[in-house]
């Protein structure tokens, strides 16, 4: 599956961003969804993940309660709507498919992702 992060771009402290994942393939619906970041010089971190059915979201605890991860499978779509952001949130997005997740705690292995996106840059000024 092809994955195409959208929506990144600059804003100030405070404001408020929606990030989009489209997938290429209709059986999108079957993945785990995550969203990641990698902020200039520092390793790639997990941000939130949002099962196949969109019940069950899990979040890093740097971003819990001000980001919130959705999807729309029919649009084979995920949304990272990110609020109150911080200078500390700006980074490149990445969202990424898993495959096989029957609802464990490694949701946020990056290496359990099967595919990924291009990612899409975030910056957020003083």
């Known amino acids: 599956v092809q994955l195409q992060a959208s929506g990144g771009g600059l804003v100030q402290a405070g404001d408020s961003l929606r990030l989009s994942c489209a997938a290429s393939e209709r059986t999108f619906s079957s993945y785990l969804i995550g969203w990641f970041r990698q902020a200039p010089g520092q390793e790639r971190d997990f941000v939130a993940a949002?099962?196949?059915?969109?019940?069950?979201?899990y979040y890093g605890a740097s971003v819990k309660g001000r980001f919130t991860i959705s999807r729309d499978n029919a649009k084979n779509t995920v949304y990272l709507r990110m609020n109150s952001l911080k200078p500390d949130d700006t980074a490149v997005y990445y969202c990424a498919a898993r495959r096989h997740y029957y609802g464990g705690s490694d949701y946020y292995r990056q290496e359990e992702y099967n595919y990924w996106g291009q990612g899409t840059l975030v910056t957020v000024s003083s």
């Open positions: 949002i099962n196949r059915s969109g019940r069950s979201t």
